[in-house]
């Protein structure tokens, strides 16, 4: 990971403990952590997705207190299927790049969930859990135009694949 | 010009004087607020069977998953082990989820997952479960048509052999009963005496399911 995905993983943090946990939306508390590493498998691919995914999510279970790795490896499959999915579709317009993220924050509180559950958090039971679900991927979705740009200029040009840009500009 | 630098200077101290002074008072009325928070948790409403250890609330919670959870700042180095009831002054807020030397995770009451046996005034035995954040805890096994129970009525732990918690931990009171006639019981809604929004200081109970 480059100094300025670094820059970007740490301050998305900062934007987590300092921002989204005291101002939740419909009592849903937005995952900018998962944002970020979907962004980066949408930018940079899968490799790229897993190693942010990966370093994203250590950092979000270090600072919750949870279980380590949980949120780590939820992450790093995310952003790689993510990344994957989009190298595989070439070239995708401005919309459906928000829908893909959405669905991308979805899939990631879901794989959470199921993880949590395996290790007894009680994440599947939890009564909220489709709206935790619903409410981050819709708001994934809205911010996902401004996440990309960010992204876009933590990737850097020389290093975007070329088989994602596609997403960015399109 | 001499006695107007002079002014300056005296005019400079003075408001660096009031400065430093309105931090000490800061300080102090935060210091206060400490001590008063930490002797409310000295006034228990309820008995306890044994010794406590006062923890402090350490990190919010940072994400929707964790709403059940609250972490303390203190762990295995001050006897803490996994399953110990959680009490605030007011009354059961959880039990030990996870412990590290200095850190533990609380399981919260409010947990829909988390049943909890429970007495209530006249002596009926049920079992309880949390319903979600800011919502009342249920009471939705156990308590026959036939059982008095009235709204105001205090809902406590039951104790029995092999329960998670010890008896007589004051969960609530009852503010809403609702006779289901096709399960043949009351469903109670009971208004929980800890204030779960509001967690500050907390005491972990020494005592575990085996003890």
Same mark, same amino acid.
């Given at each position: 990971?480059? !100094?300025?995905?670094?820059?970007?993983?740490?301050?998305?943090?900062?934007?987590?403990?300092?921002?989204?946990?005291?101002?939740?939306?419909?009592?849903?508390?937005?995952?900018?952590?998962?944002?970020?590493?979907?962004?980066?498998?949408?930018?940079? /691919?899968?490799? $790229?997705?897993?190693?942010?995914?990966?370093?994203?999510?250590?950092?979000?279970?270090?600072?919750?207190?949870? $279980?380590?790795?949980?949120?780590?490896?939820?992450?790093?499959?995310?952003?790689?299927?993510?990344?994957?999915?989009?190298?595989?579709?070439?070239?995708?317009?401005? /919309?459906?790049?928000?829908?893909?993220?959405?669905?991308?924050?979805?899939?990631?509180?879901?794989?959470?969930?199921?993880?949590?559950?395996?290790?007894?958090?009680?994440? !599947?039971?939890?009564? $909220?859990?489709?709206?935790?679900?619903?409410?981050?991927?819709?708001?994934?979705?809205?911010?996902?135009?401004?996440?990309?740009?960010?992204?876009?200029?933590?990737?850097?040009?020389?290093?975007?694949?070329?088989?994602?840009?596609?997403?960015?500009? /399109? | 010009?001499?006695?107007?630098?002079?002014?300056?200077?005296?005019?400079?101290?003075?408001?660096?004087?009031?400065?430093?002074?309105?931090?000490?008072?800061?300080?102090?009325?935060?210091?206060?607020?400490?001590?008063?928070?930490?002797?409310?948790?000295?006034?228990?409403?309820?008995?306890?069977?044994?010794?406590?250890?006062?923890?402090?609330?350490?990190?919010?919670?940072?994400?929707?998953? #964790?709403?059940?959870?609250?972490?303390?700042?203190?762990?295995?180095?001050?006897?803490?082990?996994?399953?110990?009831?959680?009490?605030?002054?007011?009354?059961?807020?959880?039990?030990?989820?996870?412990?590290?030397?200095?850190?533990?995770?609380?399981?919260?009451?409010?947990?829909?997952?988390?049943?909890?046996?429970?007495?209530?005034?006249?002596?009926?035995?049920?079992?309880?479960?949390?319903?979600?954040?800011?919502?009342?805890?249920?009471?939705?096994?156990?308590?026959?048509?036939?059982?008095?129970?009235?709204?105001?009525?205090?809902?406590?732990?039951?104790?029995?052999?092999?329960?998670?918690?010890?008896?007589?931990?004051?969960?609530?009171?009852?503010?809403?009963?609702?006779?289901?006639?096709?399960?043949?019981?009351?469903?109670?809604?009971?208004?929980?005496?800890? #204030?779960?929004?509001?967690?500050?200081?907390?005491?972990?109970?020494?005592?575990?399911?085996?003890?």
């Amino acid at each position: 990971m480059n !100094l300025r995905w670094t820059i970007l993983v740490v301050t998305a943090l900062v934007l987590q403990v300092a921002i989204a946990a005291s101002f939740p939306i419909g009592g849903v508390v937005i995952d900018f952590m998962l944002l970020i590493a979907v962004c980066a498998g949408m930018v940079g /691919g899968p490799q $790229r997705g897993a190693v942010v995914g990966f370093w994203s999510g250590l950092l979000y279970d270090l600072a919750r207190d949870g $279980r380590l790795g949980l949120s780590a490896l939820a992450f790093t499959l995310v952003a790689f299927g993510v990344g994957s999915l989009l190298v595989a579709v070439l070239s995708v317009r401005r /919309g459906l790049s928000m829908v893909i993220a959405g669905l991308g924050m979805a899939a990631g509180e879901l794989l959470y969930a199921v993880e949590g559950e395996l290790f007894g958090e009680h994440t !599947l039971s939890n009564p $909220r859990l489709w709206a935790i679900v619903g409410i981050n991927a819709l708001i994934g979705g809205l911010l996902s135009p401004l996440v990309l740009r960010v992204c876009r200029w933590a990737e850097g040009p020389g290093e975007r694949s070329s088989a994602i840009v596609g997403v960015i500009d /399109g | 010009m001499s006695d107007y630098e002079d002014l300056e200077k005296e005019n400079a101290e003075l408001r660096r004087r009031v400065d430093e002074l309105e931090g000490q008072q800061l300080t102090n009325s935060d210091a206060e607020e400490q001590v008063r928070k930490l002797r409310e948790q000295l006034n228990l409403a309820f008995p306890v069977p044994g010794e406590t250890v006062v923890a402090q609330v350490a990190t919010g919670n940072f994400s929707s998953f #964790d709403e059940f959870q609250a972490k303390i700042d203190k762990g295995s180095d001050s006897g803490i082990e996994v399953g110990m009831p959680v009490i605030t002054s007011a009354g059961l807020i959880g039990n030990i989820e996870r412990v590290s030397a200095d850190r533990s995770v609380v399981h919260l009451i409010t947990d829909p997952g988390f049943n909890v046996g429970v007495r209530i005034k006249s002596n009926a035995l049920g079992v309880g479960r949390g319903s979600g954040p800011d919502s009342p805890f249920i009471v939705d096994h156990g308590i026959a048509l036939t059982a008095e129970v009235a709204e105001g009525d205090p809902v406590t732990t039951s104790g029995f052999e092999r329960a998670k918690f010890p008896k007589e931990l004051l969960i609530g009171t009852v503010s809403k009963i609702t006779r289901s006639q096709s399960e043949q019981i009351q469903i109670l809604e009971v208004d929980m005496a800890a #204030d779960l929004s509001r967690l500050d200081y907390v005491q972990v109970l020494k005592w575990t399911p085996t003890s």
